[in-house]
């Protein structure tokens, strides 16, 4: 089975603070995604990977920046955290190739900026 | 672009009872569609999935066909139990291009199952 984790289920963080949250596969997925999902307005695509190195903007990408210097590996980062980042972010990853690839997700991260 | 519209809910059900939970889709091509469910307090898992029109897809006793001439993906389940209270997203991918890897997403259904 594939395997995403998210560093921590829950974090709570100040206002201003460079925030970092981790995600690592197991299964060797070229893709990854970072999504928020928040109440009334689904989840939301802030950024996605393709490849090592490599990012692309999804639809919520303003605060955000990401990285991932491994295959397995894909960081989100806030760099100034800001209240109204408070939400529940969630992970992907998917093999690329055809489309019928399906994305798999960690547990979600709840974050509390104050 | 792409879209997906889901029926809104809370949708409140006793045990046993008949779901259907609606969705519709736009799209060019021929997307691929999913279903996910989230189980409160954790991550999306794939419920089913169909490619191309006229699959269905099936698990857990849930089903949903691909119909392109309707463009829709509803989900069904003939007898729900207390453990299938969640939120269900309908999802699309739609493969070409450069951005032939993102989901678009429904807003969710949250569905209550009472015993």
């Known amino acids: 089975d594939v395997k995403v984790t998210q560093s921590s289920r829950y974090l709570v963080k100040r206002t201003g603070e460079k925030v970092f949250l981790e995600c690592v596969q197991d299964?060797?997925?070229?893709?990854m995604f970072w999504y928020r999902q928040d109440p009334g307005l689904g989840l939301r695509l802030i950024y996605f990977s393709y490849d090592v190195k490599m990012k692309e903007k999804g639809d919520i990408p303003e605060g955000y920046s990401v990285s991932r210097e491994k295959k397995e590996r894909f960081s989100l980062i806030l760099e100034s955290a800001s209240t109204n980042q408070t939400s529940m972010y969630l992970c992907?990853?998917?093999?690329?190739?055809?489309?019928?690839?399906?994305?798999?997700f960690g547990d979600g991260t709840r974050l509390s900026i104050l | 672009g792409n879209s997906v519209t889901q029926m809104e809910g809370p949708v409140t059900l006793s045990e046993e009872a008949f779901l259907t939970i609606n969705c519709t889709y736009t799209a060019t091509g021929y997307p691929s569609l999913f279903w996910y469910v989230q189980y409160p307090g954790e991550g999306l898992q794939l419920l089913l999935k169909?490619?191309?029109?006229?699959d269905k897809g099936s698990n857990k006793g849930f089903e949903a066909t691909y119909r392109k001439e309707t463009t829709s993906f509803h989900l069904e389940k003939g007898s729900v139990q207390v453990s299938d209270s969640a939120v269900y997203f309908c999802?699309?991918?739609?493969?070409?291009?450069?951005?032939?890897?993102?989901?678009?997403f429904g807003k969710g259904t949250l569905l209550t199952v009472n015993p």
């Open positions: 999802a699309l991918l739609r493969g070409s291009g450069g951005s032939n890897y993102k989901l678009t």
């Open positions: 169909a490619t191309k029109a006229d």
């Open positions: 299964m060797d997925h070229e893709n």
């Open positions: 992907a990853s998917s093999r690329q190739g055809a489309s019928n690839q399906p994305q798999h």
